[in-house]
């Protein structure tokens, strides 16, 4: 498989993603890889800007031109957080949670975000990992909701070994993507994003609706609201979260 055979190393980049855009079109760069200790102008879904100190987190992207079935974003960023989690679950055996529309978190602090950017039919997946940002560093930025994996293992955790468990679950979770057979992509979603039969906040188009989550699949999500269903495109949905 392509991903992550042509990999880019650097130790300060201003983003990842912009370095990877500059090899779109280039199809012998599909699956390349950029991956850096430090970023300082890295983005997130609504432009947030973030900085880690150096060596403290794993930033990566992928450039991607996927089969004209698997070209949504949607289905690329649900694909990038299934990697992320189940990587996660097998090399430290800890449950974690893929948050409506990009995050990883676990026991409700999260852990990963993922920003899928799209030009025509070249897509560039970019993946912020917190691997040992010490506590302090979020509690200095003002972010309580933040965590870093080291805080679950004794274990060191080496970026390319971590990057490799996370090409292995990535590949593997492609090649189903693009074979069309989606049942067991869409089994994976529902359990790590335990939103099924839940009762969920759900914002579109402006207006905010409650009720039951009944369905969950790349081009539709169904909602229950007293008795009655409504449908939403995916990426429609601005939030989705589940109501405690």
């Known amino acids: 498989m392509f991903i992550g055979n042509k990999l880019l190393q650097f ?27 430090e970023q300082l102008a890295g983005r997130g879904r609504r432009g947030d ?32 957080g299934l990697g992320v989690c189940s990587m996660i679950e097998r090399t430290l055996s800890i449950k974690p949670q893929l948050k409506w529309p ?10 990963c975000g993922i920003l899928v950017e799209q030009r025509l039919d ?34 060191p955790l080496n ?8 090409k292995t679950e990535w590949i593997q979770l492609y090649t189903e993507l693009i074979s ?22 759900l914002e579109a188009s402006g207006k905010v609706w ?8 790349w081009d539709t999500i169904v909602l229950e609201v007293d008795g009655n269903q409504t449908s939403f495109q995916p990426q429609a949905v601005t939030k989705l979260q589940i109501i405690t």
């Open 180 to 201: 069309g057979n989606h049942s067991r992509l869409l089994e994976l979603w529902q359990e790590y994003s335990g939103l099924l039969g839940k009762a969920v906040q």
């Open 122 to 155: 070249w897509f560039v997946v970019g993946v912020g990992l917190n691997l040992a940002i010490p506590p302090q560093h979020f509690q200095a930025a003002g972010i309580h909701h933040a965590v870093s994996l080291q805080e679950f293992t004794d274990l």
């Open 102 to 111: 990009n995050d990883v978190f676990i026991d409700g602090k999260k852990v």
């Open 159 to 166: 970026h390319l070994e971590v990057f490799d468990h996370l």
């Open 210 to 217: 409650f009720g039951l989550i009944r369905h969950l699949n």
């Open 49 to 80: 800007a973030w900085l880690s100190p150096p060596g403290s987190a794993l930033y990566l992207s992928m450039l991607l031109h996927p089969d004209v079935s698997c070209r949504h974003p949607v289905m690329l960023t649900i694909w990038a």
């Open 11 to 37: 130790e300060q980049v201003s983003s990842t993603n912009d370095i990877a855009w500059q090899y779109a079109g280039d199809e012998g760069s599909n699956g390349l890889v950029v991956i850096a200790d």
